[in-house]
């Protein structure tokens, strides 16, 4: 038995052991539980939705319902179609993402040491009002991303931070304001770390919009001669704003790279050219699939944190386990941690690119549970992430945000909203394009042939992220460094959205 398969077996045999006389673990009859296979036929594989009664037990203060590890605190996350879930989190749970989260920092350092010597920046968000509780009084919310660090790297990393935390504390437009005056004041910026790459555009997109009152806020900083005059040099140059001048030391990204991220690192390595660019792997509040390390093309499983079963959909729901995973299948990953999620189903699609020794290396593909089904079309999130994909490398030089959504008026359809830079005025082609791919899925060509859904409307948006981003602060409450971009969105109203109609 290989040391990988060791590991996993002691991870899933300490969890259920710490939690067989949980309400969920007697329910499940954890007792009975020695092996995988007897955890598989006990405990069934759940989702959200399955465990809410008992997180809403947790929310109003109940211990020993999911899991007999204390719980501290919840982070909310946003729902498939709507709520945000909350997901509860104990010390042991946190101390699983760390055992990922500290190889990963360990790795940057030693392949870039010069790291050491500089600040950083790891992504805050507002918190979008009063800070959250529970009915049980339970704090709801990290301060920010160095929490899944352990305490003695947090102790080191919040010496070093560029960023003031209390940002956290005030409204939208005064976080960006204030994160972009403590970002420029600080010359020896080494490592940025955000979740998704649309927040750092947005960040400096509001700094070269907004020049006139960031040089203000400049001037009232304490800064060195030398540093004030750079900083407003830059924000009167007529041109763009030379951010590589701004920060010299700046080794490092670290953002989310895969699934529909991917579109937006071209725009990122435009502004920082010499910059080492690293997507994030697969780790969620939920918990932790792969992180990313120098040595491997894409990211690496995270053996020694959770235990990890994964489901082949091409093998009619079959459960594999890390070492029986095959290189060029896909697979959703399930979990379990000692955050009291059971066989956690995470609905997103992984692609098995090889494996060091029989440990699988993966890249995110998309949601499988991303589905707009109006009229019985049935359009996945990754079967139409692979279309926008050929029809952005033919039709763009640079394509910065894709977008399916339905569109109700005058007949229903569904439209693409893109931004980017067209390589020719041809929306017709592309139009005819989108539908000759779309109809290669059975249930859109019916719904087509039924006279349901109307041709592909192709529309050029301008702004797309910010308007995205204002909208899910707006009618979802998200925080602006937590927001996930779709491929395929079932609301009707995004043309309003966009600023291209009202009619609907």
């Not at 947090?154 to 960006?176: T, Y």
């Not at 020049?211 to 001669?225: E, T, Y």
């Amino acid at each position: 038995m290989s040391s990988s398969i060791k590991t996993q077996d002691t991870i899933l045999k300490n969890i259920i052991d710490k939690n067989k006389n949980s309400f969920y673990g007697k329910k499940f009859s954890f007792y009975k539980i020695d092996c995988h296979k007897t955890f598989k036929k006990n405990v069934p594989i759940c989702q959200y939705e399955d465990l809410l009664q008992y997180i809403d037990r947790e929310k109003r203060g109940e211990q020993n319902t999911l899991t007999s590890n204390h719980i501290h605190m919840f982070e909310k996350t946003s729902g498939t179609s709507s709520p945000s879930k909350y997901i509860p989190f104990t010390k042991e749970f946190l101390a699983e993402m760390q055992r990922a989260t500290s190889v990963w920092l360990y790795d940057i350092m030693k392949n870039i040491p010069a790291i050491k010597s500089t600040s950083s920046y790891w992504s805050i968000s507002p918190r979008l009002g009063e800070h959250e509780f529970t009915e049980g009084n339970l704090p709801v919310g990290l301060s920010d991303e160095t929490e899944y660090f352990s305490w003695i790297e947090r102790i080191f990393l919040k010496q070093i931070m560029s960023v003031n935390p209390n940002v956290a504390k005030m409204r939208a437009e005064d976080f960006r304001h204030h994160t972009a005056l403590d970002l420029l004041c600080d010359e020896n910026l080494g490592l940025i770390s955000v979740w998704n790459p649309s927040f750092l555009i947005i960040l400096l997109e509001f700094i070269d919009l907004n020049r006139s009152s960031i040089f203000q806020g400049i001037q009232k900083r304490i800064l060195s001669k030398a540093r004030k005059n750079l900083i407003t040099m830059e924000l009167n140059r007529p041109g763009p704003i030379s951010y590589q001048t701004i920060w010299p030391n700046l080794k490092f990204i670290s953002s989310w790279g895969d699934g529909h991220a991917r579109n937006l690192i071209s725009t990122i390595r435009e502004y920082f050219p010499n910059v080492i660019f690293q997507g994030k792997g697969l780790l969620m509040t939920e918990g932790v699939v792969s992180i990313p390390l120098f040595s491997c093309r894409d990211p690496l499983l995270a053996i020694n944190s959770h235990f990890y079963e994964f489901i082949s959909e091409e093998d009619r729901g079959t459960i594999f386990r890390h070492h029986e995973l095959i290189a060029g299948k896909q697979y959703i990953p399930v979990i379990t941690t000692s955050a009291g999620l059971y066989r956690y189903k995470t609905n997103d699609v992984v692609l098995i690119s090889g494996k060091v020794k029989d440990v699988p290396m993966m890249k995110f593909i998309g949601r499988a549970d991303e589905t707009v089904d109006l009229f019985g079309e049935k359009l996945n999130a990754v079967f139409v992430d692979k279309i926008l994909d050929q029809i952005g490398n033919i039709f763009f030089t640079q394509c910065t945000f894709k977008m399916m959504a339905p569109v109700l008026r005058p007949k229903p359809h569904y439209a693409l909203f893109v931004e980017g830079i067209l390589r020719s005025d041809n929306v017709t082609q592309m139009a005819f394009a989108m539908d000759e791919e779309l109809r290669k899925n059975h249930h859109y060509a019916l719904c087509q042939k039924l006279g349901q859904l109307g041709t592909i409307e192709i529309c050029l948006v301008k702004d797309a992220l910010r308007s995205y981003e204002v909208h899910c602060m707006s009618a979802k409450g998200q925080r602006p460094g937590d927001i996930k971009f779709k491929v395929i969105d079932s609301g009707h109203h995004w043309k309003t959205i966009f600023g291209l109609d009202n009619s609907n």
